[in-house]
């Protein structure tokens, strides 16, 4: 560590310099440059593929199968990860650049850079090529004597000199110095050059602070509500207004990510809206908030003003698109199980109590733990489990308490997941998980009969998915030419069903199993479809 800022880690008892080093030493590594959006993916855990990896006019540096290297991005030469090279220089091009070509260590944004300052990486011109790079590298050899290309090995380093830097063991520490010794004076007006000096740009599209995460945000809602969103169209779904509407205010080269912001969830950055009274936002359905009311007359949304590069007529035809096509993804829904009174006994020896939340396989772990340390496993035959009285309680009806004094493992995992409480747990894109009581409905299809022996086709529970009914409605009125309407829900408040003339049900199933990727579990009614007839 340097003052906060972690200067190298050790993997195996190997020494790795991390990118706030590299930030002072840019060169330190051979580099490679990949395109600004692929940062995000290697900052989630991904390797650096080659077809990520830019190919420069001057060629990549020559390096060998294990040799630790930089990655930066296209126009900036500010490291931004630290990966080991999986195959030469040679050995890349003649694959095409096809494959996996680094194996990424350490990246900006991941949990080690969180250990320093959380600082943004300085803008650094990219070097010059060719002749001039030739003739500065030949300077640098004069001065130093030593070779300009640098091979850092993935070997435990004890003393390895590149450059101006030196890494030395001592009293079992690694510490970091230079030719002319840095103290924390020196160490602290590097990182003040290299956070405020004129090489620091801020504004780089790729990096944010919570401050310019925070006003993106509050540029895209506001320019969302005045250029895309009409009354017709509320209520709203905040998953719909967020990735349909305000992703697409975003301005090029620009990412919105929640978790980046001050407020961390949607759902608080709309709550904030809402105490404002710039729009209200209500829980149509079961942990599904809709957007219900737009104060189009507040100050704030009439004093923005629209971004340059988005046109009234361009955000008109971007409106149009979006009717025609609309990004979605389907939710990730998880089966979770709540303890119930009856079943705390049982869940007590493993820290739980009553409405605490488990996987399936947290359950399966604490019952098998249960069983293993109660030593209830049948001697005879491990297959079966013997029914202690907390088993007995928790898990047997009246009837079968007298009967049953043993249970095979499946069965007993089977009656313990049956008799706990249903919840379920829904992850929509760039939103946080929401759990729900009981099991998710299914995306339910019916086909009902009207006047004149006509039949058409209801489609209910779509938001709970995060489709918005009246866009399913419009693309399916659309694609199958036949009318469609919103409906309310016979019976409930709030609550709207698709209604589309004819049976549609083959189209809806193409469009929400393929289109839409939805798991067929989740969708009740598609064997309903009409039978096709044999061509004659």
Known sequence: MNNKNPILFEIDKALYPTVYTLWVYPDLLPAFSTWPPVLQKLAGGADLMLPGVVVPSSGFPQVERGTLCAVTLLGNRAPVAVAVATMSTAEMLAAGMKGKGFAVLHTYMDHLWE????????????????SAEKESDEDEEEMEGKDPVISFSTDPLQHVDVGDLSLKEQDGCAVLVGKEE???????????GANTGEHSQLTCPFFFPVEQMDALFNQCFFHALKCKVKKSDLPLLTSTFLRSHMFSCCPAGQQLDIKKSSYKKFSKFLQCMQQQKILQVKELNKGVESIVEVD????????????????????????????REQVYRAPEIIPLYGVSAKMIPLFQESGHKKGSILSSSEVRNIIINYVKTNE??????????????????????????????????????????ERLQPLHQVTFFGQEPIVRKGNIEPINITIAQRSSNKKVTIVKNLELYG???????????????ASASITPVPGTKDRVQVQIQGNQIQHLAKMLLEEYQLPRKYIQGLEKAPKLGRKK
């Open 467 to 481: 489709l918005d009914p009246q866009y399913v409605a419009n693309v399916l009125q659309q694609k199958v030419q």
């Open 376 to 417: 209830l496993v049948d001697e005879t035959n491990k297959n079966f489990v013997k029914v202690n009285a907390i088993l007995c309680d928790c898990l047997l009806d009246k009837s079968e308490q007298d009967e049953i004094s043993h249970l095979k493992w499946d069965d007993l995992l089977s009656r313990c997941l």
């Open 115 to 130: 250990y320093g300052d959380k600082s943004c990486p300085p803008t650094l011109a990219p070097l010059v090529t060719d």
């Open 296 to 323: 189009w007359k507040h100050p704030e949304i009439k004093a923005f003003a629209v971004p340059e590069g988005f046109s009234s007529a361009s955000a008109a035809q971007d409106s149009k698109s979006e009717d």
């Open 182 to 192: 840095l103290d924390e004076n020196s160490a602290a007006e590097a990182a003040e």
